[in-house]
């Protein structure tokens, strides 16, 4: 029936799956860009200390020119101009585009005011950016950023081996018997000649190894979407907002039984195959 289970679970897995590969393209590619040293560029104490030399030059010159709209203000204060100045819109308009003799022109250093302010703004940033690369270069230098380092690179070739072998099957139309984790524990074993019980530890290696994925790619996903939300959430649209995550989030694990299922053993698939249906 329309209402059953299986159909319903069927119609949430479309949605879950694509939403899963969106998920793990985004940790795949965020997750190595952050924790690998490869991708961090070199950053020296003489860069940020230019950059901060050329805030704070601008930093003065805002302040300089504010001073000068200031001192002018203060003329035409004690000359009595601001007294006799024009009310309403077009007084003010007037008050603005035209310069009295022996005056400065305020709108003019208004103007450079406002496009200095901006200049200091993106000067800010970059020097935070560049604090944050150095950061982030140190960090890479203790044992805890090498650790991260060396699973960003094993990740790495991990998706990439996913990204072939799910090419394989969809131009062969075939079902992975085996998972990667499974096959090279096989390959070393063989090669190695050691006694080993691969079917006892690829199962666990194999849950753990998807658990770490799919924790870390949500993670990933929430830390984004929350520096996202607070951008735009208020509190008319803050309900909205949990509502979303709350369907992304349980798409994604209802499609994460889905998929899972194809890393388990027979007699343990054939449990959620009876639970969710024949998908």
């Known amino acids: 029936g329309i209402l059953s289970i299986e159909q319903l679970i069927s119609r949430v897995g479309v949605i879950g799956v694509t939403l899963m590969a969106l998920l793990s393209g985004f940790g795949a590619v965020n997750c190595p860009y952050t924790y690998m040293s490869y991708f961090l560029r070199n950053v020296t104490d003489a860069d940020i200390l230019a950059l901060e030399r050329r805030l704070l030059q601008t930093m003065d010159m805002i302040v300089s020119k504010k001073k000068r709209i200031a001192v002018a203000h203060r003329t035409m204060f004690q000359r009595g101009e601001v007294h006799n100045r024009p009310t309403g819109f077009w007084g003010m ?91 090279g524990i096989e390959i070393t074993v063989n090669y190695l000649g050691i006694q080993f019980d691969v079917k006892f530890w690829s199962q666990h290696i194999s849950f753990i190894l998807v658990g770490i994925i799919i924790v870390t790619s949500i993670r990933g996903l929430l830390i984004t979407l929350t520096k996202f939300f607070y951008a735009i959430s208020s509190s008319k649209s803050s309900n909205v907002i949990v509502l979303l995550l709350a369907q992304i989030m349980g798409m994604y694990f209802v499609s994460s039984v889905l998929l899972i299922r194809m890393s388990m053993p027979p007699e343990y698939r054939t449990i959620i195959t009876e639970v969710l249906g024949e998908l």
């Open 93 to 183: 308009i007037k008050s603005v585009t035209t310069s009295v003799p022996g005056s400065e022109n305020l709108s003019l250093i208004q103007q450079e005011v406002d496009a200095l302010e901006e200049l200091s703004q993106q000067l800010f940033l970059e020097t935070a950016d560049l604090h944050a690369t150095k950061e982030r270069i140190e960090y890479s230098k203790t044992f805890q950023g090498k650790y991260f380092n060396f699973l960003g690179y094993f990740f790495s070739i991990y998706c990439v081996w996913k990204i072939f072998m799910a090419t394989i099957n969809i131009v062969f139309d075939r079902v992975g018997k085996t998972d990667p984790v499974t096959r």
